[in-house]
């Protein structure tokens, strides 16, 4: 079985973000558009480690781009942690998740 390209792997990514991104720009839920921005962030993990794959030092595969996922996937953890907060709390206090009828932030 071929090994995939540094190319196809980046085409992917590419085509990962694209969609994430046309969610973000398109839909109107707020736990889909929230979906989207974890698919846009998978797809720069995996940009991250196809040129962490395909970069080798001394023979082996430079690791920086590895060790920068684990911080993209910290950074993601705390804004599901946080993004679901503030949506439920949008859900309790306006009854909607549609950002149509979320466009004032009265108290």
Known sequence: MPTPTLNEYLFFSGLLFAIGLGGVIIRRNIIVIFMCLEMMLAAASLTLVAFSRFNTVKGLPDYDGQMLVFFVITVAA????????IIVSLYRARQ???TDQLTTLKG
């Open 78 to 85: 705390a804004e599901v942690a946080l993004g679901l907060a």
């Open 96 to 98: 909607t998740i549609n």
